[in-house]
């Protein structure tokens, strides 16, 4: 399942399958990108991060990609689990270093 | 210990009343945060301290107050509050000011304005 992020808030994909969430961000000059995941009642919690020096970079069952021309971040979770269902946001770190976040996407992961 | 904590979990409150957020870390972070977040939106920044001072205030109105007694604590000192100001209110911190590493969230305090 795939979202295009700020323009469609949820994602529902069948458990085991493949999940990309998207992110488009603002500012050419923002340098640092996080991926943080919210469960309901819970702070963000820190999943993966990337720097403009990098196109891709993988965690465990995560994978991060940047695409600094069309200035687009997209976050791929493999094997998805019900424990995966959550909102993921992804937070630019601007010139002014400080972090500010997407409108963030809700994945449903369907058993 | 890599937790930040939030005191209350919960809190509501009248209008005249005033009250205090705190905010605790043991990471010898030195970058602290007060976000704010509303249903289904993500967090606002609202204040950074950075060495224990205010680095930046995002435009908050007065009756938000904050205050950083030490390097391990950050408290949101709350008056006069309005019913849109009901909210979660978030704080983090950061190893480096400079914002070059994650931050580190903690659970909220559910605020509600009556």
């Known amino acids: 399942g795939e979202s295009v992020g700020l323009h469609l808030p949820t994602l529902s994909v069948q458990e085991g399958d493949n999940s990309i969430i998207n992110c488009a961000y603002s500012?050419?000059?923002?340098?640092?990108f996080i991926w943080y995941k919210q469960e309901s009642g819970k702070g963000p919690q820190f999943i993966i991060d990337?720097?403009?020096?990098?196109d891709k970079r993988q965690g465990q069952r995560v994978t991060v990609l940047l695409n600094k021309t069309v200035k687009h971040l997209s976050l791929q979770i493999a094997a998805t689990q019900p424990g995966d269902s959550a909102v993921y946001f992804c937070a630019e770190r601007n010139t002014g270093n400080q972090f500010y976040f997407g409108t963030g996407t809700s994945l449903t992961v369907i058993p | 210990d890599t937790e930040v904590t939030q005191t209350p979990k919960h809190l509501v409150m009248g209008m005249t009343n005033k009250k205090s957020l705190k905010c605790e870390q043991h990471m010898g972070h030195r970058a602290m945060y007060w976000y704010k977040q509303k249903a289904k939106k993500p967090p606002e920044l609202m204040f950074v301290?950075?060495?224990?001072?205010?680095?930046i205030n995002e435009s908050v109105p007065s009756r938000f107050s904050p205050e950083c007694p030490n390097s391990s604590l950050l408290n949101l000192h709350l008056h006069a509050l309005q019913p849109e100001d009901s909210a979660l209110y978030l704080c983090?911190?950061?190893?480096?000011?400079?914002?070059?590493?994650?931050?580190?969230f903690g659970p909220g305090t559910r605020l509600t304005v009556t």
């Open positions: 500012n050419s000059a923002s340098d640092y």
């Open positions: 301290y950075s060495y224990e001072k205010l680095s």
């Open positions: 990337i720097r403009s020096n990098m």
């Open positions: 983090a911190s950061s190893q480096d000011p400079a914002g070059a590493y994650e931050q580190y």
